[in-house]
């Protein structure tokens, strides 16, 4: 971690010093007007360099959300000479990401964190093109809803039993608790393969965290030099790529023998539902190559794992701190189920408080607060100001979710919120075409763990030896660390189960279920 942190700033200062250079020879962009039509407002940036040193040793987001106080929704900056459009309200993102979508879908010029670490084959980050569309292709079919019904619903029961089960029996684990059963949900659904053992889940959380976290460090708006100032990819020992050429390896071995097996446990004719065996044993259907298949799988390895296991994270947060809100769950789930069952997927519509209160989590610390960068693939205008071809496009959504026209009291965590007024607007999940495919599952996953949650235990701050609860800042800067996404600074909560007769009941389900 520490040595590839140490390539990425070295590549950074390089890449510097060498686009000084190069930017100075080609002068760099102004404020352009095309065609008499203006860019949007913005904070003026410096020659060459533009606007990055603006976000030096501060957090993109609080950045963001104070230039949408001073230049409004639609914001233009540039960084060494590629344009960049904020949007802060949700008004103006549906408009465009979705009104426009035709534009509005492409990536960024990733080329440290897809050319580069993924050979261009994460379908997070590559352009709308002949592959992406492959790609999106499989991954919607997978996961498009009667499948979630069929093949996730059933696996996601057993893991969520299992994680509140184990919640009552060791709550001071309760992070590696979720981390894990999010884990094995991804595993089995996707390669028939659950994680059993303590250390196999340590390897899988590990292998996850080390894809994320590098990957991250290569995205964060304008750490990646090379992404702004293309020609460096052209610099034989730029050292970028030894960190680059490692990541792939890894990203690559990892993806590959997690669909190898699966074949192998296949042809050994082992039972398998997950989505890598669907694929293999009609080959002649898939229209992508087998390459493009373990990738494919790989984005729900990397793209699921973190996101819901640190957004379990922030809704954990959210009850320890708002106890009534607990309290409300725990009747909406006592009215409808009752101590003598555990809530099932057929209780959804029933249970209006227990959705709110998912989307409210969502809303109120998104686990993505600039989502991935969208990119514009035509020239464009917009209520007047000319938007480039080729601009990075950064959704704010801590703007659009504390907007106070929209959102009452928005820095409360108030799930009541969405019941009145359902058609409230949030985010988390992205946009038009680009818009998180596992959205479903993710949402099939919180509902069911937070109905069995509020059905077998109790969730409240920690006391210490004195008795005294102990503080958790839910404050979003202060309380958070946002790198790759926004995660909740080391908090403690005491998590106890409701009564015996539930800790009984859910320990025979589980026993029931097997491992
Ligand atoms: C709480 C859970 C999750 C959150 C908050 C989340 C959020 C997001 C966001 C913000 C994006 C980018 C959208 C955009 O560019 O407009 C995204 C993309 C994506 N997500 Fe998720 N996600 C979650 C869970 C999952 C799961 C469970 C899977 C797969 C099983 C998944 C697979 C993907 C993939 C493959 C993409 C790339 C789509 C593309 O670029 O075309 N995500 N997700």
């Known amino acids: 971690m520490c040595a590839a942190y140490g390539y990425h700033i070295l590549t950074t200062i390089a890449g510097l010093v060498l686009s000084i250079y190069i930017v100075s020879k080609a002068g760099y962009r102004s404020r352009r007007v095309h065609k008499g039509l203006p860019l949007p407002p913005g904070p003026p940036g410096l020659p060459l360099i533009g606007n990055i040193h603006q976000f030096l040793g501060k957090s993109i987001a609080s950045v963001l959300e104070q230039w949408k106080e001073e230049y409004g929704p639609i914001i233009y900056i540039h960084l060494f000479g590629t344009p960049v459009i904020i949007i802060g309200s949700s008004h103006v993102a549906k408009e465009l990401l979705e009104g426009r979508a035709q534009i509005y879908s492409g990536r960024p010029n990733f080329i440290l964190a897809s050319e580069a670490m993924q050979d261009n084959m994460m379908l997070s980050f590559i352009a709308p093109n002949e592959r992406h569309r492959r790609l999106r292709k499989l991954v919607d079919a997978q996961l498009r809803p009667s499948a979630v019904t069929e093949y996730f619903h059933p696996v996601q029961e057993v893991e969520v039993h299992r994680l509140v089960n184990s919640l009552i029996e060791d709550p001071i684990g309760w992070k590696s608790h979720i981390a894990k059963a999010l884990a094995s949900i991804i595993m089995t659904t996707t390669y028939d393969r659950a994680i059993k053992s303590g250390k196999d889940a340590e390897q899988v959380v590990k292998n996850v965290f080390r894809l994320n976290n590098e990957l991250g460090l290569a995205v964060e708006s304008g750490k990646s030099v090379v992404d702004f100032l293309p020609w460096l990819r052209h610099i034989p020992f730029a050292p970028y790529k030894a960190f680059s050429r490692s990541y792939l390896n890894f990203a690559e071995n990892t993806y590959k023998s997690l669909m190898d097996e699966a074949k192998a446990n296949l042809e050994a004719g082992n039972p398998a539902r997950g989505i890598a065996a669907r694929l293999l044993r009609n080959p002649e259907e898939q229209e992508a190559s087998y390459r493009e298949q373990y990738w494919g799988l790989g984005s729900f390895f990397l793209a699921g794992s973190d996101t819901q296991s640190i957004s379990s994270e922030i809704l954990f947060m959210a009850l320890a701190t708002h106890p009534h809100v607990l309290k409300k769950c725990q009747a909406e789930v006592d009215l409808v189920v009752g101590p003598d069952r555990l809530p099932t997927f057929d209780d959804e519509p029933s249970m209006p408080y227990i959705r709110a209160t998912i989307r409210e989590a969502f809303r109120w610390r998104p686990v ?148």
């Open 368 to 515: 993505g607060p600039t989502v991935i960068p969208h990119a514009t693939t035509e020239d464009d205008e917009y209520i007047g100001y000319y938007i480039p071809k080729g601009s990075m496009v950064l959704p704010n959504l801590f703007s659009m979710h504390m907007d106070p026209e929209i959102f009452d009291d928005p820095e409360t965590f108030n799930p009541q919120r969405y019941i009145d007024n359902p058609s409230l607007p949030c985010h988390t999940f992205g946009f038009g075409r680009r818009i998180c495919p596992g959205r479903r599952m993710a949402e099939a996953t919180f509902f069911l763990k937070l109905a069995t949650v509020a059905w077998g235990v109790d969730i409240e701050k920690q006391k210490d030896s004195s008795g005294k609860e102990m503080d958790i800042d839910t404050d979003r800067g202060q309380g958070f660390t946002l790198g790759t996404f926004l995660k909740p600074k080391p908090f403690s909560i005491s998590i106890t189960s409701r009564s015996a007769e539930r800790a009984k009941l859910l320990a025979a389900v589980v026993d029931d279920e097997g491992l």
